[in-house]
């Protein structure tokens, strides 16, 4: 066996600590043989310390004889190729885009368009990457409402709040919810160790229908079937009952506030001294009635509430009573 001869002392310096602190496995390996083979450890020695071949050892000598340090890293060019060029990297981006859920149909294309079979493991690979990963979705609002539109609003918005204020108006804020036994607590304070576990199991949907203001005053409507616009209708004939002054009601654009037979008992409702103010679409937060319904479901329902129906509708249906004494929200 040849051993490497003539290291200086500077050069066993720099193998060393290429040894030692190299990011690449293999340069650290080839230092390593190099050192070991200066200081007279045998091929056979050197195969059983490293784990490599005879033939490997070879090469990487010959290797140090011809080009010396950089005999340490590997030929431009060899190794695996990539089995994506950088623009496909690129289309699968496009691709993956398209179909965020479904890497199925990003496997399929890769091999119609480009005659390349691949797993989705590959895919994933790429995608890391890419900088993607794997994560729940978050809900949003479905969209943002025309500006102009929206300023609007705020503005028709104030105006009734003043003529409230004065006493010229009833400003009401109107909308439908639902309760039932999947629910509202992604997150709570909870002793390190320990888990609080929340009984999870379908139920009957208990909807409300409510007409709320400013100073805390609610009438509600509760009731187990379907709310659609029949319903919503009979619920609000009924709160003109109680009408006493001119009132505007705040409501959004849903399908129920906005179908033939609705729009057909507006004029009815107007003679009660009933008229609506309708949002622009994707604008719930100025129905301030959305407030009192996420601090419901998020605030003040107990884990408890969720035991049973019955725990459930109790629960809820003291919330509502006691609103605007027990449980207050302050709207500015």
């Known amino acids: 066996m040849r051993y490497i001869q003539g290291l200086s002392p500077e050069t066993r310096k720099l193998l060393t600590r290429i040894y030692l602190a190299s990011k690449y496995s293999?340069?650290?390996?080839?230092?390593?043989c190099l050192l070991l083979s200066f200081e007279g450890y045998s091929m056979k020695d050197i195969t059983k310390i490293l784990g490599i071949s005879r033939k490997t050892i070879h090469n990487w000598l010959l290797a140090w004889e011809e080009r010396s340090i950089v005999g340490l890293y590997d030929k431009k060019g060899r190794g695996r190729k990539a089995t994506f060029s950088s623009s496909q990297k690129e289309q699968i981006r496009i691709w993956v885009k398209q179909s965020p859920k479904q890497l199925e149909k990003v496997?399929?294309?890769?091999e119609k368009e480009w005659g390349i079979k691949v797993c989705k493991e590959t895919i994933k690979r790429v995608l890391k990457i890419?900088?993607?990963?794997?994560?729940?979705?978050?809900?949003?609002v479905a969209d943002k409402p025309p500006e102009e539109d929206y300023k609007a609003a705020k503005q028709e918005l104030e105006k009734l709040k003043r003529k409230d204020d004065e006493g010229e108006i009833d400003l009401r804020y109107m909308d439908e919810t639902g309760f039932c036994l999947t629910p509202y607590l992604p997150y709570a304070w909870q002793e390190?160790?320990?888990k609080i576990r929340v009984r999870t199991s379908a139920s009957k949907r208990l909807n409300a229908i409510g007409f709320m203001n400013r100073k805390n005053d609610l009438d509600i409507y509760l009731f187990e079937c379907k709310i659609n616009s029949e319903v919503v209708i009979a619920c609000i004939d009924k709160f003109c009952e109680n009408i006493t002054k001119k009132t505007v009601v705040v409501i959004d654009n849903a399908p129920t506030h906005t179908s033939n037979i609705f729009y057909e008992k507006m004029e009815e409702w107007k003679q009660k001294r009933l008229e609506f103010f309708f949002l622009p679409t994707y604008s719930p937060q100025l129905n301030l009635i959305e407030i009192l319904w996420r601090f419901i479901k998020y605030e003040w329902l107990e884990v408890s509430a969720y035991e049973s129906s019955k725990h459930l509708v109790e629960s809820v249906e003291n919330i509502l009573r006691e609103f605007g004494h027990s449980y207050v929200i302050n709207f500015v």
């Open 192 to 194: 390190k160790g320990e």
């Open 107 to 110: 496997r399929s294309r890769i």
């Open 26 to 32: 293999q340069v650290r390996q080839r230092a390593h």
């Open 130 to 140: 890419l900088g993607f990963s794997w994560h729940r979705l978050r809900k949003k």
